[in-house]
């Protein structure tokens, strides 16, 4: 099970720290992945982290998100600084069973969290 929290409202420039909290299995068996979806579009992959701690981002969030992940606490985090209007969207973290790598395609994540609404206002 995992439990995506820490959106709300922001503005243009400002900061969030999401978090993603897993219980059930061994956190650290897993790669992990951060996914948004905006009204009208559709989801995609922003951002994530393998079982050894490499990470993978989307071009659009590059040097602005950074993923990071504490096994002890079976948490991983998805720190945004400035944060676009276009950012705006559901963040839901998700989880796959993967030995190496950090996969792309939501297809490959088998647990889903539910989502956490960031609002990003101009």
């Known amino acids: 099970q995992l439990q995506a929290s820490g959106g709300g409202l922001v503005q243009a420039g400002g900061s969030l720290r999401l978090s993603c909290v897993a219980s059930?299995?061994?956190?650290?068996?897993?790669?992990m992945g951060w996914f948004r979806q905006a009204p009208g579009k559709e989801r995609e992959f922003v951002g994530g982290?393998?079982?050894?701690?490499?990470?993978a981002h989307a071009n659009s969030v590059k040097g602005r998100f950074t993923i990071s992940r504490d096994n002890a606490k079976n948490t991983m985090y998805l720190q945004m600084n400035s944060l676009k209007p276009e950012d705006t969207a559901v963040y839901s973290c998700?989880?796959?069973?993967?030995?190496?790598?950090?996969?792309?395609?939501?297809?490959?994540?088998?647990?889903w969290g539910q989502g956490t609404l960031v609002t990003v206002s101009s």
């Open positions: 998700a989880a796959a069973d993967l030995r190496f790598g950090v996969p792309r395609r939501p297809e490959l994540y088998a647990y």
């Open positions: 982290i393998s079982r050894s701690s490499t990470t």
């Open positions: 059930g299995r061994t956190f650290s068996d897993f790669a």
